[in-house]
């Protein structure tokens, strides 16, 4: 690979924002693409602020993404993608996932939350070229959701620059051989997240 | 040879596997905890040890006993446990050792687990012990290993520092298989001039030996060429010494240089090493060769200090660009725009300030969200009996001090409890409250801190209550595990989760032994009992303890271990929400017409049933 490229994910606790980015850096140690993952998951075990960096390219390679430096951002929830939008590159993919997770404020109605229409404006002013996942579109497998961060990695293959890097098929690989049960329900979450109308 | 993604810890843990150490100790705290969680997840090695202690001093203690019989140590803490190993530290430092000792110290630039923005070479200065630092996550597992050989060279503890960005960091690394312990017999070997300080002839003798000790490994460091300098072919231009992981942005800053008209070639680059000692050699052939100079190093100006007195020994007239001037701030991480913005400064290039100054607006309408108690934690029923207590009490909340500790059970500190009023250090609580008392409030005083804090700094704290007589109500919340830093097993866990041929040491046992007035031991998912109990030590003379004893959920779950099942009675349901304002559980939410309860998330402790006034929550 010719080019760096830097994604910076966002989101909460229990959304599996980290095993995103583990997967990412195994997708590139098979392809033998230098990667730092640097993931920062605070004090909770759930439900706090969650980021990981992953940098591609660079065989030196600082942790940090600097602000305006990102080729890919990645909010997994409304209210924490706002955290990112200063580190994404005009013109770049900004890929919103839009599930919401309530701190109890908010849910007792004494704290505000981010309108959804609010945090597009914000994603488009930053320049970035948004792509909107609505949660609905998440599909069931055996009644279930299937897991929204095997949807939002099947999305950024199937739409964004991360495609011409890795191989959908082999990134698709990496999750089966990574988790032995659950892999028809996986491969329903990333086929989706592939074909999801962006 | 072979190429696997780990972690900044983990390259650090199997270097010093690879080094031959033999005896590996620490205890646990972010960023530097993965470092011994990867080896206790090993195969046990005969003859290596490797333990979680009680404390960093003890953990320190233990590495350096194990380094005088001979033998390669490794010691691991974050950067606030080396203040409470820092006693034995300078002492060891005068003696010198034998094996080859290694000091592992994260730091935490950006404080992203919630600590002091501490600069750990500050330690190294003034111990006048060396300190090696690596740029990556790759070149950690090659430094640990020269660590080790500069100790023994040398005769001397060394510290290894981390950062957060590398600690936690996972990258490529090329690593070979791990060694066993080096064979070496043990060594006993007495002298009183090597290993006390009896009398100032001896201790200064080893003063003078300790400063000799670190011109030595300036010396190998040199020979060795662990600081790399690079040259620009024609003298005059900028001159770069960049620290630690500020080294990693170097190239990527060249980049973005390159577009405003920076010549790389006409950059000299030093890549610091050892923060301590000063490589002043390298400096010296800086300011013979360069015009002006910029040093990139996250927080204190350690190394820019050492800089401008080498600079004034030697009549250096060129700018020196960092933070003693005002272009850098002492707070916060690096990353490459302050390589470009420092290249700027120094050579007068005009780069866009907006270059690197993204859409900060939008973080302003993010939602709070302050950290909380997982569902089903046993602290949320003490933090619920200790504020209901009070409420019950004749006092107000705003009246009753409430010291808080190092741990999950900070947590009291948010919404909805707003149960704590302080957080220090490991131990602190119960030294706090005693001051508080001593400075005159005659309204009741709680200390608050969980078992593993205990252990490491509370038992001294609470001896000394009882001798002062300090009345005070020290709530100890015992979940068994030293949960915050990823549940780790600590002197009270219970029995049949310490590790093979550990020994249990109950709390419950210790505190009769230590003459307090009133011992009492509640469950804190048994609200009215909790309540009741620490009420009537609110209004008793004297030393009280209350032993809180629930198993940490997380843990528990892990086991298919639940108290009971919860279910939502919906006709009950008013939607006053008393539920969500009292507990704050992640498990409850707001639906149409009833609270709803994720079953998933649910761990059965009954504590919204509890504060229900309609039956619309039952516990089974």
């Given amino acids: 690979m010719a080019m760096n490229y830097d ?16 997967i990412l850096a ?6 033998a693409i230098p990667v730092n993952v640097f993931p920062i998951k605070g004090m909770a075990q759930r439900g706090g602020f969650i980021k990981a960096q992953v940098r591609l390219g660079r065989k030196v390679t600082g942790p940090n993404i600097p602000e305006k430096g990102a080729d890919l951002v990645v909010g997994m929830e409304l209210s924490e993608s706002l955290k990112a939008i200063r580190f994404i590159k005009p013109g770049k993919d900004f890929v919103l996932l839009g599930h919401l997770w309530l701190p109890t404020a908010v849910m007792l109605g004494k704290a505000p939350y981010p309108e959804l229409d609010q945090v597009q404006e914000e994603v488009k002013a930053a320049g970035a070229h948004l792509l909107y996942l609505d949660p609905e579109e998440i599909p069931l497998h055996e009644g279930a959701p299937v897991p929204a961060n095997i949807f939002v990695l099947g999305a950024l293959l199937g739409h964004t620059k991360l495609g011409r890097i890795f191989d959908p098929r082999e990134v698709s690989n990496i999750i089966r051989h990574r988790w032995k049960t659950g ?9 989706a997240g592939l074909e999801v109308s962006g | 040879m072979k190429t696997k993604i780990l972690t900044g810890n983990e390259a650090l843990a199997f270097g010093a596997l690879r080094a031959g150490a033999k005896v590996l100790t620490g205890y646990p705290g972010t960023p530097s905890t993965g470092a011994l969680t990867t080896l206790l997840t090993m195969p046990v090695v005969k003859d290596r040890h490797i333990e979680w202690s009680t404390n960093e001093k003890v953990a320190f203690e233990i590495a350096a006993g194990a380094s005088w019989a001979g033998q390669r140590a490794l010691c691991a803490m974050k950067m606030s446990g080396l203040n409470v190993a820092y006693d034995s530290v300078i002492s060891i ?30 330690f190294a200065l003034m111990s006048d012990l060396p300190m090696l630092e690596p740029s990556s996550v790759a070149e950690t597992y090659q430094l640990i290993q020269v660590a080790f050989n500069l100790s023994e060279q040398i005769g001397s503890p060394i510290f290894f520092r981390l950062v957060t960005a590398i600690a936690n960091s996972h990258a490529m690394v090329e690593i070979e298989e791990p ?27 080893q003063h003078r030996d300790l400063i000799a000790r670190l011109e030595k490994a300036e010396y190998i460091i040199r020979e060795w060429g662990l600081n790399r300098l690079q040259l620009a072919q024609e003298p005059g231009g900028l001159g770069i010494i960049a620290s630690g992981v500020a080294t990693s942005y170097l190239e990527e800053g060249f980049e973005i240089a390159s577009q405003y008209g920076v010549k790389s070639e006409d950059l000299s680059v030093l890549r610091v090493a050892t923060p301590n000692p000063l490589p002043s050699d390298e400096v010296r052939v800086l300011f013979q060769h360069c015009d002006a100079l910029l040093i990139l190093e996250e927080l204190e100006p350690h190394i820019e200090r050492g800089v401008y007195l080498e600079a004034h020994k030697w009549g250096y007239k060129g700018k020196i660009i960092g933070k003693l001037d005002g272009t850098f701030s002492r707070v916060g991480e690096y990353d490459v725009s302050h390589v470009v913005k420092g290249m700027g400064v120094a050579l007068d290039v005009d780069i866009p300030e907006d270059c690197f100054q993204g859409r900060s607006e939008a973080e302003a309408l ?48 948010n919404p909805p409890f707003d149960t704590v009023w302080n957080e220090v250090a490991m131990g602190a609580s119960i030294g706090l409250a005693q001051g508080y008392v001593h400075g005159g409030v005659e309204t009741p005083v709680i200390a608050t801190i969980g078992d593993s804090t205990f252990f490491h700094a509370g038992i001294p704290s609470l001896i000394n209550a009882v001798q002062h ?19 780790q097993a600590n002197p009270g866990t219970s029995k049949e989760f310490q590790p093979p041929g550990n020994r249990r040491v109950d709390i419950a046992k210790i505190i009769p032994a230590l003459n307090v007035d009133q011992f009492y031991i509640v469950d804190p998912f048994d609200l009215e009992d909790t309540t009741a109990t620490i009420l009537k030590c609110m209004h008793l003379p004297g030393v009280k303890v209350v032993l809180a004893r629930q198993e940490c959920a997380i843990q528990a779950q892990r086991r298919d271990v639940m108290p009971g099942l919860v279910h ?53």
């Fill in chain 2, 93 to 122: 430092a005068y003696s010198g050792c034998n094996g080859g000792l290694v000091i592992y110290v994260a730091d935490d630039p950006g404080a992203s687990a919630g600590m002091a923005e501490q600069d750990s070479r500050g």
């Fill in chain 2, 179 to 205: 060694l066993p312990p080096l064979k070496r017999e043990p060594i006993l070997e007495k002298d009183i001039t090597k290993y006390t300080k009896a009398g100032s002839a001896i201790s200064m003798t």
């Fill in chain 2, 469 to 487: 007589q300090v009345p005070l109500t020290l709530i100890i919340m015992d979940n068994g595990w030293t949960s915050m830093t990823g549940m």
């Fill in chain 2, 366 to 413: 993010a939602a709070q969200r302050p950290i909380t108690l997982c569902a089903g934690c046993p602290h949320r029923g003490t933090f619920m009996a200790i504020n209901q207590a009070i409420q019950k009490s004749k006092f107000n909340k705003d009246e009753v001090m409430v010291t808080g500790d190092i741990g999950c059970t900070i947590l009291g500190m």
């Fill in chain 1, 26 to 31: 195994e997708a590139a140690l098979r392809k």
């Fill in chain 2, 568 to 620: 939502v009675i919906p006709e009950n349901c008013n939607l006053c929400q008393l539920c969500i304002i009292h507990t704050g559980c992640p498990a409850i939410d707001v639906g149409e017409d009833t609270i709803i309860i994720d079953p998933t998330l649910c761990y059965g402790c009954g504590l919204c049933a509890d504060v229900c006034h309609r039956e619309a929550i039952v516990k089974e």
């Fill in chain 1, 183 to 191: 892999a028809k329900r996986n491969a329903t979450a990333f086929q």
């Fill in chain 1, 7 to 22: 994604i910076y994910l966002v989101g909460v606790g229990g959304q599996g924002v980290l095993t995103m980015s583990d």
